[in-house]
């Protein structure tokens, strides 16, 4: 059994927990699965001469379990002190706190790249120093910088429009330089082309999940797998569970709403993404319409508060899909 | 009056404190002096992708008041927190240990070379954040690692020399790799040209002020500058006062002893480097011999155990220099 998971950061993690939980207990058949997690890294940025990767960075942080879970982001127990020496020489940007523990990565994978590595033989390597239980794969080892065209005229870096400016002059066009010429990391093409199933995690639709779409072969690829695709919704109850998938949906015209996303990410047999969708019990009203536009629609719970519910979510995702597909192996 | 002292690290260091400190005070007609220091960068290395470069930060922390006294190295209350990471990652030597605040001293640095910055300017930036009262230039901005020949026939950085191996096989030869093709850094150069007075610290004669004297155009520099060069021995009573150019020296054939270092810097008169030597008191035995070779000769307390003595010293390197030639600027 192999499982392969589209994934942003912070709700992909939570999601790739569960998963990782659900196989560690044997549930679903998923004792021997093994999980590929493709991440997305268009909001990946060089700072102070440091390649900062926040999706893989909040995936390998919580799979290796020395995350900040206060904080949401980041090394748990970590400190300032390179970061305030870069104030100080007046390098990096003054409001994007880089945390000690944190630049120890930056500096390992940065020096990988240099010596010749490519970002999937970095992510290996760095994830080599625990038992994640899973393989992070960043969805392309080319840069694809997500910048953000705001309504007031301004472009700007993803992370400097939701982190300086908070987001306060809203999006007009998420544009992910270069990603016209990016090309998949094999190995993410590898995961999506021989996975028995492909899940969709609750990530951000449009700096996520819709940066690994837009890279080049990625949707071919999975409108040729074998495997079924089901997604979870990142929305609740019309509101973003975390991130801020409610200040980009507008820039391209969907919906803060579980079922908008659904049909906006469409069914595979129209071309879209999605055999299967997974909805929380409060948006249950938008099955039917999910269901209308050829997508297998469940209601089940999505919060995923604890690592019970989070694996019994990852069994639900894994169960619409095994129902989907009479030869889904088990 | 212009000032220029050619400087390794923290033998340098201390000797640039001193000189500072007698500006200060307004001794020797130092008042208004501008003081550049031509720093080695011999030992500068690359490592886990940072441009670390020990001279010129020894010089930076002594003379910003950040040094670690006691250690004789890195940065005062530093930590290793980031240096774990990278071992743990399997970055980096693991038995060259890189501080907190040192490593954000290496990312800045980096991140303005990766900008395009000229380490002279890098360097600049950096000492911008203090007053430090002289301003700090390599003697080039081009790499020349010093590799080490072992009488063993291994050959590796002399870091890794000198910090791992502790000199365990003795030195056949120095090698800065590159040099012969390294440029002096301009600022440098106008250094030496426009100085009134140079003087050499008392710092290694072979990997520090031999490397800055074997950047191509420096010698010349020196040869045709107006003012006269003084030097200070760093042996006092055939032993190192800190650093280890007992162990260089034998490589280059010259005795650890303050008249052999003298005689091999040699005499202006004779195309060499030096008008004045001072050695220490307890080798006052060898002023004649230095003397013989062209090099006026003055033993002086050469210990700079605090400032005053550290002061006084620069006072005398002055003074020896003014008496050598009567065109000196006061």
Redesign the interface.
């Known amino acids: 059994m192999r499982i392969t998971v589209l994934a942003g950061g912070v709700g992909g993690a939570r999601f790739a927990l569960g998963l990782r939980e659900a196989a560690r207990r044997g549930l679903a058949g998923l004792a021997d699965a093994r999980i590929d997690i493709v991440a997305n890294t268009g909001d990946d940025l060089w700072l ?3 390649k900062v990767c926040p999706d893989l960075d909040s995936l390998l942080y919580a799979l290796a379990g020395v995350n900040d879970t206060d904080r949401g982001w980041g090394r748990a127990g970590d ?1 300032e ?6 104030a ?5 940007w003054p409001w994007f706190t880089l945390g ?2 944190d ?3 930056h ?2 994978r ?3 790249l ?1 010596e010749g590595a490519s970002l999937t033989e970095a992510t290996a ?2 994830s080599a ?1 625990w038992d994640l239980g899973v393989t992070l794969i960043p969805v392309t080892d080319d840069d694809v910088p997500t910048f953000v065209e705001t309504t007031a005229g301004d472009s700007m870096h993803f992370e400097e429009w939701w982190v300086r400016t908070r987001a306060s002059e809203p999006a007009a066009r998420f544009v992910q330089r270069g990603i016209e010429v990016a090309r998949p990391a094999p190995a993410a093409l590898d995961a999506i082309r021989g996975a028995d199933i492909v899940l969709v995690a609750p990530s951000n639709p449009v700096v996520s999940i819709g940066t690994i779409l837009g890279i080049d072969g990625i949707r071919a690829a999975l409108a040729d797998a074998s495997a079924p695709v089901v997604g979870v919704s990142p929305i609740i109850g019309d509101a973003v569970v975390r991130g801020m998938a409610d200040v980009c949906l507008p820039a391209i015209g969907v919906a803060t709403n579980a079922g908008s996303v659904g049909r906006h990410y469409g069914s595979r047999r129209d071309g879209g993404l999605l055999d299967g969708w997974l909805v929380d019990p409060v948006d249950a009203g938008v099955v039917d319409a999910v269901e209308e536009a050829g997508i297998a629609c469940r209601a089940v719970p999505l919060w995923m508060s604890d690592p019970d519910r989070s694996a019994a979510l990852a069994v639900d995702a894994i169960e619409l899909a095994r129902g989907l597909r009479a030869d889904v192996a088990v």
């Open positions: 102070a001469g440091l400190t002190r390179v970061n305030a020496e870069l100080a020489f007046g390098v990096g000690d523990l630049i120890g990565t500096i390992a940065t020096s990988m240099q390597r760095l120093r």
